[in-house]
């Protein structure tokens, strides 16, 4: 079974910083993958999917991440943090067939320091 | 606003009551997903339904169950309602971005709380 590890449970970053989330799927055939964002109180909004084509994938909000195969990793990145941005960031790793139900990582919490 | 619709938006019952939770999907969107947003669970996927049908099914107890009706809509019956119930539960629906491959847009759930 397909499963997602979100390693960093909390991050903390200066505003203006850059950012790195960390994402590492399970999974044997190739999987599609999603980063969400859920801030207080809210549902999840999609960020950003891969699934083939270019390793690097552009998002709103200003986000990238980049799927590499070998390392098994899907990682969200920014280059500039907005204190807007601080909310709680989920990987999520889907697969043809089954459904195509979402299986969610344990997501990282965002804090943005002024 | 993803355009997906949950009602309510909170939900207060106590241990052993049955609720309905209710998800209206984005407009042609054929498929529903419900998940379950805990503390200690974290997101997990319940159940899907595509136009009418169920698809498939994740970590879904037997004390819950799902249906989509035929204008789409979807809802969810919980019962025997226990403690361990307490959580968020989200609606998403999907739109083929790929062939084969599906985005979701989740609504923005029902806070449950068993008291």
């Known amino acids: 079974a397909q499963s997602v590890t979100q390693p960093d449970i909390h991050i903390t970053v200066s505003e203006g910083a850059s950012l790195e989330l960390r994402c590492n799927y399970s999974?044997?055939?190739?999987?599609?993958l999603f980063w969400y964002v859920q801030s207080p109180g809210q549902g999840l909004q999609l960020l950003l999917k891969?699934?083939?084509?270019?390793?690097l994938v552009q998002g709103i909000k200003g986000f990238e991440a980049e799927f590499k195969r070998s390392q098994s990793s899907f990682n969200l990145r920014k280059p500039s943090v907005h204190w807007s941005d601080a909310a709680e960031y989920f990987c999520?790793?889907?697969?043809?067939?089954?459904?195509?139900?979402?299986?969610f990582g344990t997501g990282t919490q965002l804090k943005v320091e002024l | 606003d993803s355009g997906v619709t949950q009602t309510p938006k909170h939900l207060i019952t106590a241990t052993g009551q049955r609720v309905t939770l209710r998800c209206s999907p984005r407009?042609?969107?054929?498929?529903v997903y419900w998940y379950q947003q805990s503390l200690d669970q974290g997101l997990q996927f319940l159940i899907q339904?595509?136009?009418?049908?169920?698809?498939a099914k994740g970590n879904i107890l037997e004390r819950f169950s799902a249906q989509q009706f035929p204008d789409l809509h979807s809802e969810l019956n919980l019962s025997s309602l226990e403690l361990g119930d307490s959580a968020l539960y989200f609606c998403?629906?999907?739109?083929?971005?790929?062939?084969?491959?599906?985005?979701?847009?989740f609504g923005p759930g029902t806070r449950l709380t068993v008291t």
């Open positions: 998403a629906s999907s739109v083929e971005w790929a062939a084969g491959q599906y985005e979701q847009y």
């Open positions: 999974y044997g055939a190739t999987p599609y």
């Open positions: 891969y699934f083939s084509g270019d390793t």
């Open positions: 999520a790793v889907g697969y043809t067939g089954g459904g195509n139900k979402l299986t």
């Open positions: 407009s042609g969107d054929l498929s």
């Open positions: 339904y595509y136009n009418g049908e169920e698809r």
